[in-house]
């Protein structure tokens, strides 16, 4: 049996903080939900966790390429969030073009009046019976944010993991499920649906962040001691 | 960076093109994702119908499972006792998954509808027949293309050697590529195919929910006529979605070795990340000029 050295505490710490950056990273992603994929809602027509999971994966197949060729923490963790800001970004820019070409509609935003970026008027542009449909300025720079800390912080659960066992396939696997967990918690504390950090659930971030420490806790000390480390 | 590390890039691309046009078709032919609660509704508001109606989950848990079932037989026929050639291998591969989505469906279909037969809808058998193979035809396709381009990054003798096991990195991007069909070409189906009864350019009105069109040109409307629309615009654009994040998250770390010039790699991919928030932005201001405001608006706040 092994023993319990400070390295233990810094590879549970480093999958607590990707937990973290995750479960709260989930709440800047723009999401409608089945609504808004019949242009009833504001943000992009799936659900939060299927988008999340799908824009941090992607970055985690970066970070994986990268952590192949160095060691250096940074590189690793960027190389994720730029996998998945390039993910997500290039989702709601073709989710933009479904909008505005094949349904016919502007993005535009229904939780405030003005776009808090670009001081556009919004209510002008909502159609008739909807809440809003696309995605503005506002959830765009808004889900990029979310991909930016989503995309890191499943890097830096999967870069904690490669140091304790060094098995890629086995690390990515227990990354994308913690990543998972992350994304459902903070799912069902918006409830399915948010426009970006403009909306009102957003103030509902510090619950997210106490039920993913608790839950990424939980699961660090186990996926290390399953790893092999302590 | 080499020739071949760019051809080998650039036929990434293609196939994911192809994958994210076939994956989307795939999910409009079996009315999967979100679009399926206005299918799954219209027969409760009294709107029976002929559209194919299967939810096996949503897309990026299912596309997950299509592509890792694939891989993992892949993998398995490559192995050492069979040593099959890899393109056999994946083709082998891809008809489990075909088939594997073939059974879902057909159970998801008669389920779900059986269970409306209090509302008087039907289990069609011709439907049943005609859009099963629709539909794993085209997850043939999806499954085929997801493999191969993780067999691309993954195989020993190729210059990319992503450390990450097949079936992982098909799993992933399987995921990926779900979510992209989710949040694209979906739309068009969701917000436009299904409702065409009503005026071009505005969201669907809540009021009218589950008012689906059930009608066709001539005779009544199939799954198989909804694909025939989106494959002009809604397929095509989630292809070209899943086509440009295979192109460009690969095309920065192969232009740039990321083991000498990670941080270029970084920064390249930060500026493409800059530059798509401009061109939406540009997107934004153009459809707001081109549409303008809605005439039935009444509020206070000028456009």
New interface residues.
Partial sequence: MSTFDASTLVYVLQIVIGGLLVGIGVHFVPVG??P?????ATG????TV??A???G??G???A???????D?IL?IV??GA??A???I???????????????????VAAKT??DPI?K???????????VG?G???VS??SG?IGGLMGGAGGSLIYYALMNINGV??LS??FA?GIFVVNAVIASYNIQGTIEGFHDPKFKRVPRAVQACFVATLIIGIFAVLIHGGA | MDMVSMGLLAAMGALATIAGTSEDLESDVGSQ???N??VQLAAQVGHTHRIYNKAIS???PSNALYAALAAVTASVLMSDPYGMNAFFSIAVGALVAAVFNGILSMTSYMGRNTSQARFNQHVYLDVLRSHTTTIMAHAYITAFCVVAISYIMTAPWLP??????LP??A???G??L???G???????Y???R??QQYP??????????GDIVTKAEAGLRSSIDNAWFCAK??GP??G??FG??VF??NW??TIFD??TQ??Y??LT??L??IL??V???I??IR??KR?G??P??V?D???
Avoid: C
Avoid at chain 1, 36 to 40: D, G, S, W
Avoid at chain 2, 160 to 165: A, D, K, M, N, S
Avoid at chain 2, 200 to 209: E, M, Y
């Fill in positions: 939900g089945a808004a994929a019949m242009a009833q992009v027509g799936t659900g299927q988008l999971t799908g824009s994966l992607t985690l197949i970066s994986g390429l990268m952590m192949s060729v160095t250096n590189l960027l190389s730029v996998g800001m390039i993910m970004d290039v989702t709601m820019l073709v989710g933009n073009w479904v909008y505005i070409y094949g349904v016919g509609v502007p993005p009046d003005y670009t556009d008027p919004q209510p002008p542009y909502i159609s008739p019976g909807t449909h995605v503005p300025t765009y720079v990029t890629s396939g990515a696997f994308i | 994702s979100n679009p609660s206005q949503g897309e990026p990319i050697q992503h450390p990450f096991p992982v990195i799993f992933t991007w995921i990926a779900g979510a992209i989710s949040s694209t070409g979906d739309v068009h969701g917000a436009e299904e409702f071009f350019g505005a969201g669907l009105n809540a009021a009218n929910s615009f809604g654009v989630t070209l979605a440009l994040i460009l998250d920065r770390t990321p083991a990670g941080w790699a970084i991919g930060i493409i990340v798509l928030n061109y939406n932005r997107l934004e459809s707001k549409y405001p809605y039935e608006y509020g706040i000028k456009a």
